[in-house]
């Protein structure tokens, strides 16, 4: 069986929040633009979805972080950032929906302004913690991978020890 990294299990598990947060704050923005309610809930449950799947992205990007920097004095600025936007953009997201159920997700006027600035921002935080882990990836170049993702050693088992 051949030996999966927790850095190549946080790159796979990424992409599924991400894409799920762009495409809700796009179901919502649509919903509103092109007067479609039915698109509304669409953007709820990719809103769930990216919520919930982040749980994963978050702990694996822990696991590497934790592997790669854990010891290190001042690890290195693009991590520190990546690492703070991916929490903070999954707690805001955490937030949002809490909110989206309180309101039975029946927003309206100021309510339906708030939601889509939630959507905005919850879209603009997530591209921005993208890219940062593409910095950290690619390097600044966007070529050849950055010497903190080739030499970050590779585990195996537990994360919990």
């Known amino acids: 069986m051949p030996h999966i990294s927790w850095l190549s299990m946080h790159g796979a598990l990424t992409h599924f929040p991400i894409a799920m947060l762009i495409a809700g704050a796009l179901f919502d923005l649509g919903a509103v633009l092109f007067k479609k309610s ?19 992205s978050l702990a694996t990007g822990w696991v590497v972080g934790s592997n790669t920097y854990g010891h290190a004095a001042n690890p290195p600025q693009v991590f520190t950032m990546h690492r703070l936007a991916a929490f903070v953009t999954c707690g805001l997201a955490l937030l949002f ?65």
């Open 38 to 56: 039915d698109w509304r809930p669409v953007g709820f449950w990719l809103l769930v979805t990216a919520v919930v799947s982040s749980v994963p």
């Open 97 to 161: 929906l809490l909110w989206r159920i309180k309101i039975k997700d029946n927003a309206a006027g100021l309510a339906m302004a708030a939601s889509l600035i939630g959507s905005l921002i919850l879209f603009c935080g997530v591209s921005y913690t993208g890219y940062l882990g593409g910095e950290m990836t690619l390097g600044e170049d966007g070529g050849a991978p950055a010497p903190s993702a080739v030499t970050a050693p590779a585990t195996t088992g537990c994360p919990c020890g």
